[in-house]
């Protein structure tokens, strides 16, 4: 798609340098985005108050997104010229453009024509009106002066002008207008519009030699008075637009800074507007671009790829979600710096589109995206993107006479690197300053190689140097992926969202999978396993339960319609239980769903045990629809109380549901969870048994469990039947140093099927209910999970955190080195609290919060500990707060700091433990508290 430009005209005449930013006039000015490029990034871009696009690359869903923190779009409609790449439905006659606007291959209009006016208004903004847009943003006001530099006719265009904002204002009820430049005309128009926009205040871009350069004092002068008569004189936002190279962030924070402090609002990116760059708020990007060669993946999934197994769950850690794309395909044009934290990938071999690939790669790190590179880099690191990089590419590397001179931590996570016995290729550091080697390696010839390096550009964790890998289950990480990521992609310190608790509690969720509700049990009078399950366990362990049936099971179209009589009965009894949610865990289970199409028969294709790819229905033929739309209907009809209707889709088997399965899920408001193979334990205590959080499939997100159920514990139920015990040892391993995962008590109704398996159930439950946990239903923690892919955390000029979309997701993990929260000055803060595995920062639970921090911990009443949710908060003064929380199906217990001397009103007990109050409720619907505190 083409890109439309910011014209002001005294660039076209003089040659001066054009630029774009937006600047804060006011503490409550709107903060103001520009952005043209294609696939726009809506979770960027919808943190803004005002956010002007082209919206030829925008679709619908994209529109709705950019509004969802309450943001307005604008439309970009250039109202004094006719872009060559945008097409008309009615040929314009010759005589309504007047002359070319060679600068951007554009013509220009006779704002007086007839002609020019309809096609304004019917062809360009009514069809943006009709597709939902309330905002225009109106560029080239002034490109009449190309052919009308001054006098009569001159007078006449602005007199035209004027009339066609006129004419819009009265044609769309409701619209607003923001303006480019249009000085001349604002006496008339300042009614009609919300804001006007100027280029080039401080920092600019001559389009006629493309360079970049500061504005010239006059040219300054002039401007500044032109935006400073804007916001006193008409009491409108003044947005000052800036531009500056793509990787000089540093100068457009600067440049930012510079026009807020003039009382302006600030927007600095690079004339193409496909950057996203800095102004009021500067959103800091939370994604990562992971490049995945598919055509060498297993199946073409990226759930195969290493960079998914490996590095996903490090940076989802460190607060970032990878979008991962096919490097095979084509690849993004636009900048990407600022945008993504980095582009990371992990190559087995080299890439077919080598050339292609190397010189987008060297674009963009040329322009300051910032790559890490592990295993293979799939190009030759060599010429140009060699010196980029400070590598020089060794070949034929004989393993024999490798020896380690040194290495630092980044390099010694799980193992110090052994040389494995194969040719390599090693790297030298070509000595111009921009790498730094974490492992330094002699060869038999006496040269020194870094197969383990981070620079300005990125990093590099050369093949074999990784991993320590003696079969598929049995790896340890040599590199710190953490401390590498970090690193290479220099992440900033930054609040970072977190799924793993809320309120200083970690999570905790439990959920049944239905396979074996139709087995019979190993115990005398071999009751069914759902019978078990529902006496021993669910009965005894009243807390949030996820519980799922296969209706191909149960259900009349399914392998044992026998036994419905007796099993559809039990499963109701067992969804009225108040603590139990309901779910399916689909129709046919499907065990591989990649191999599964549409009208496949069941059963068919080489066995699996005793099934195929599903379950061997009769006369059944695979349907994504009848596997989650039909199966949440019979539950519905059959089995689930009339108010309590199926939450969630539990997938099965390898559970790796198509994007088209994510859809019909989203579609019927299910929730989803499944998948992952977190298994970690003390006999293989490595992170490479953790898998990460989630699988992007196109627009949606399949939510992994946190722990893997007890097959893998029990080695598929053949022995030792007792191993689902072990999955304390995951719960701790996840928990500390770094807490990784919530807890999951994940099964399946066969594990009531023998005595061994059901012992180590209850000694997972007794663990569990020994910590510090918050209790939730699967739906839920689906919810936390998906939300954290979308939390938009952004850093505000006056040196504060914007938290948007943060309702269900309620934590932020605090570095130590960014301090404390300043409850004072923040909003929707509700607390904090410093345990071992981290500093969490407690939301109230409002899509939008302020965070803004300081050095010391916070000395005014604040919630330290609760079981339960904020379902209202409010601070009404420094020494007042008051809040109501939920726990779910268990006693509500709450801890509030710093609430020495102070009067706390609750129905509850109460204990004071020095500096804080511990509240015991004994009940678990929502309670209010109260906290007043005498001044000081």
Not at 16 to 35: G, R, W
Not at 99 to 106: G, Q
Not at 332 to 343: C, I, M, S, T
Request: hydrophobic letters at 40%; a negative charge.
């Amino acid at each position: 798609m083409a890109t439309p430009h910011i014209r002001g005209l005294l660039c076209l005449l003089y040659g001066l340098f054009c630029s774009f930013a937006y600047a804060n006039e006011a503490p409550n000015a709107p903060s103001v985005t520009f952005y043209y490029g294609n696939e726009p990034p809506v979770e960027l871009l919808s943190q803004f108050d005002w956010i002007v696009v082209e919206a030829a690359n925008i679709d619908p869903t994209e529109q709705r997104l950019l509004k969802q923190h309450g943001g307005q779009p604008f439309a970009y409609v250039s109202i004094g010229e006719l872009d060559s790449w945008r097409d008309t439905d009615t040929p314009l006659p010759s005589d309504a453009l007047v002359t070319k606007n060679d600068a951007w291959d554009s013509q220009v209009a006779d704002l007086t024509h007839p002609a020019w006016r309809s096609f304004l208004i019917e062809e360009h903004v009514r069809p943006l009106w009709d597709a939902g847009y309330r905002g225009i943003f109106l560029d080239t006001l002034d490109s009449y002066r190309l052919f009308a530099p001054d006098g009569a006719e001159a007078e006449r265009q602005q007199a035209a002008l004027i009339e066609i904002i006129h004419e819009l204002r009265e044609q769309f009820p409701g619209i607003q207008l923001l303006l480019n430049r249009g000085f001349e005309i604002l006496e008339h128009v300042h009614g009609d519009i919300v804001g006007v926009a100027a280029e080039s205040l401080y920092q600019g871009w001559n389009p006629s030699t493309n360079v970049f350069g500061a504005v010239p004092d006059e040219d300054q002068s002039w401007l500044y008075q032109q935006l400073t008569q804007v916001r006193d004189r008409y009491r409108l936002p003044a947005i000052a637009i800036d531009y500056v190279p793509a990787n000089n962030r540093a100068l457009a924070r600067e440049t930012a800074q510079r026009i807020h402090a003039e009382g302006f609002i600030p927007w600095v990116s690079v004339p193409q507007l496909n950057q996203m760059g800095v102004g009021l708020i500067e959103p800091m990007p939370r994604r990562v671009l992971i490049l995945f060669d598919k055509a060498n993946t297993e199946a073409g999934e990226l759930a195969y790829t290493s960079a998914h197994q490996y590095l996903a769950m490090p940076l989802e850690y460190l607060g970032y979600g990878a979008e991962y794309l096919d490097v095979n395909g084509p690849l993004p044009n636009d900048l990407l710096h600022g945008r993504y934290a980095g582009v990371v990938t992990w190559f087995s071999q080299p890439l077919t589109n080598a050339p292609a690939y190397s010189a987008w790669l060297q674009r963009q790190m040329e322009h300051g995206l910032r790559t890490a590179i592990v295993g293979l880099p799939g190009v030759p690191l060599s010429g140009a993107l060699g010196n980029l990089m400070g590598l020089r590419e060794v070949y034929g590397i004989s393993p024999q006479g490798l020896t380690v001179v040194d290495h630092d931590d980044v390099a010694n996570f799980e193992g110090l690197p052994q040389p494995l016995p194969e040719p390599q290729t090693g790297y030298e550091l070509i000595g111009n300053g921009l790498t730094t080697a974490h492992l330094t390696l002699r060869d038999q010839d006496g040269r020194q190689l870094a197969p383990i390096v981070t620079g300005s550009w990125g990093g590099l964790a050369s093949y074999p140097w990784v991993f320590q890998e003696a079969n598929e289950y049995q790896k340890r990480w040599n590199l710190d992926p953490f401390a590498f990521l970090q690193r290479a992609l220099a992440l900033p310190e930054i609040p970072i969202p977190d799924a793993t608790t809320e309120n200083g509690a970690r999570y905790w969720m439990t959920q049944i999978d239905g396979d074996a509700f139709v087995s019979r049990a190993d115990l005398p009078g071999t009751p069914f396993t759902g019978e078990l399950m529902l006496s021993d366990i669910l009965m005894r362990y009243q807390v949030p339960t996820t519980v799922s049936i296969i209706e191909g099971e149960i259900g009349p179209e399914g392998l044992y319609p026998q036994y419905r009589s007796i099993l559809e009965p039990l499963a109701q009894r067992i969804f009225a239980l108040p603590w139990v949610e309901v779910a399916t865990h689909t129709f046919s289970h499907p065990f591989e769903w990649e191999n599964l199409k549409e009208n496949d028969l069941a059963g068919q294709g080489e066995t699996l045990a005793k099934f195929n790819y599903n379950m061997p229905i009769p006369n059944y033929r695979f349907s994504l629809r009848r596997e989650i739309e039909g199966s949440t209907d019979y539950i519905n009809r059959n089995l689930a109380p009339a108010d309590k209707p199926v939450k969630v889709v539990l997938w099965t088997g390898n559970a790796l549901p198509p994007e088209q399965a994510l859809a019909i899920a989203d579609e019927l408001g299910l929730r989803n969870l499944n998948g992952g193979n977190t298994s970690v334990t003390h006999s293989n205590p490595t992170m490479t048994r953790v898998s990460p959080m989630l699988r992007p499939q196109g627009r949606y997100l399949q939510v992994y469990a946190p722990q893997i159920n007890e097959n893998v514990y029990t080695n598929y139920m053949l022995g030792p039947l007792w191993g689902y015990r072990r999955a304390i040892e995951t719960y701790q391993i996840t928990d500390q140093p770094r807490r990784l995962k919530p807890i999951d008590i994940y099964y399946h109704f066969y594990s009531a099927a023998s005595p061994g398996a059901l012992r180590a159930l209850h000694q997972v439950y007794e663990y569990v209910l020994t910590q510090e946990t918050l209790p939730l239903y699967a739906s839920d923690w689906s919810d936390v999970a998906t939300q954290w892919y979308h939390t938009g955390i952004a850093r505000h000029l006056d040196g504060g955190w914007m938290v948007k979309g943060a309702d269900h997701m309620r934590t932020l993990r605090l570095p130590t080195s960014l301090g404390w929260p300043d409850l004072q000055r923040s909003s929707n803060v509700a607390g904090v609290r410093e345990i071992p595995s981290g500093r969490y920062v407690a939301l109230s639970g409002e899509s939008g919060a302020t965070l803004y921090l300081t050095t010391n911990p916070p000395q005014t009443p604040h919630l330290r500990y609760a079981n339960g949710r904020i379902t209202e908060w409010q601070r009404h003064s420094p020494r007042h707060i008051s809040l109501n929380l939920a726990a779910e199906q268990v006693p509500l217990n709450v801890e509030l700091a710093a609430t020495q001397g102070c009067q706390v009103k609750a129905d509850a007990r109460q204990e004071q433990r020095g500096n804080s109050t511990l509240l015991t409720f004994g009940r678990s619907h929502a309670e209010r508290i109260e906290v007043i505190c005498a001044s000081r």
